[in-house]
C-alpha cells in the first residue's frame, strides 16, 4: 500500500574522479555495487540518474563503465539519465554517453573526445651523465616507447595507428549514442577539444541545462527527493595511503605514461 505522505524516490549513481584502474579511482570495480543498487531501486520508477564529474582516464574503464550501464538499462528497461556537474570530459563524457539524455550547466566542461598518451625522454639525460642501461627482452618489440632510448618511428607511428583506433571507437559510440541529435560538422565535436555546456548543447553533445534537483524534479514529480549512491572509498593502510597527494600523481602519471587515455 502506497502512503499519502511518501515521497517518490529517484535513485542517483554518483561517478566521480579521475577514471583509472587504482584503488579509490573510477573504476567499474569500485562502482558496480552502486549501480547495482542504483538500478535495484529504479524498478519502480523506472528511472535512473547520473551524476558526473569527471576529467576522464582509462579508455578500458570507461568503456566497461558505460558497457555495465547499457546492459542493465537494456535489461531492465530504466531510462538513464546523466548530469554533468563542473566536468564531463572526455572518459567522462563517455560516462555521459551511456544514458539516454544528458544535462548539463551552462558552463560546465563538455565533450574533449579524444584520446591522449604522454611520457619523457631520458636517453640524452642518462648519456650525458654516463649511465649505462642494461635490458633484456625476448620479443622484438616488448620495449615500445622506452623513455630511456632514442624514439623510434615505428614505435611512433604503432602507437598513433592504437590511439586513432581508440578514436574511432569513441566517436562510434558518441554516434551511436547522440545519433540525430549530433550537428553535421563533426570536425567540430570529435577534434579532441573541450567546450561549454552552451556550446555543447548546439552541438548536440547535450540536451539541455538542469542540475540533479531539477532532473529528479522532472522525473519523479515535484515531491521527489534523490537517493544518493556513491562508490565506497578504499578502508583502512590504502585509504591512508591514497591520501597522499604525491601517491595519487604518480599513479596518474604511470596511467597515462602505459594506455591510451581519453582526455
Known amino acids: ?67 555495465r550501464i547499457r546492459r542493465k538499462a537494456e535489461a531492465e528497461k530504466i531510462e538513464v539519465t546523466a548530469v554533468i556537474g563542473d566536468l564531463g570530459a572526455s572518459g567522462g ?11 548539463a550547466s551552462r558552463l560546465s566542461i563538455v565533450g574533449s573526445i579524444g584520446v ?3 611520457g619523457f625522454g631520458f636517453s640524452e639525460f642518462i648519456a650525458r651523465h654516463g649511465i649505462e642501461r642494461r635490458t633484456l627482452t625476448a620479443g622484438a618489440h616488448k620495449r615500445r616507447n622506452d623513455m630511456f ?28 549514442r547522440r545519433g540525430a541529435k549530433l550537428t553535421q560538422d563533426e570536425s567540430q565535436i570529435f577534434d579532441g577539444g573541450f567546450m561549454l555546456g552552451e556550446r555543447a548543447k548546439t552541438l548536440g553533445l547535450i540536451d539541455g541545462f538542469a542540475d540533479v534537483e531539477q532532473v529528479v524534479r522532472e522525473l519523479g514529480g515535484e515531491k521527489a527527493k534523490p537517493v544518493w549512491l556513491r562508490p565506497r572509498p578504499p578502508r583502512g593502510l590504502m585509504r591512508l595511503i591514497l591520501r597522499n597527494t604525491v601517491e595519487a600523481a604518480l599513479d596518474v602519471a604511470e596511467e597515462r605514461a602505459a594506455t591510451p587515455i581519453l582526455r
Open 1 to 67: 500500500m502506497k502512503l499519502p505522505f511518501a515521497r517518490p524516490k529517484i535513485p542517483v549513481v554518483q561517478l566521480r574522479g579521475i577514471i583509472a584502474a587504482r584503488p579509490g579511482m573510477l573504476n567499474l570495480e569500485g562502482c558496480a555495487p552502486a549501480l547495482a543498487r542504483g538500478f535495484a531501486l529504479a524498478k519502480k520508477s523506472r528511472k535512473l540518474v547520473l551524476a558526473i564529474e569527471s576529467p576522464g582516464g582509462s579508455a578500458t574503464q570507461s568503456d566497461l563503465i558505460g558497457q
Open 93 to 103: 563524457y563517455w560516462l555521459a554517453c551511456a544514458a539516454d539524455r544528458i544535462y
Open 116 to 118: 591522449v598518451t604522454e
Open 149 to 176: 632510448a632514442p624514439r623510434q618511428p615505428e614505435d611512433t607511428a604503432f602507437t598513433q595507428d592504437l590511439l586513432d583506433e581508440v578514436h574511432e571507437m569513441f566517436k562510434d559510440w558518441v554516434r551511436a
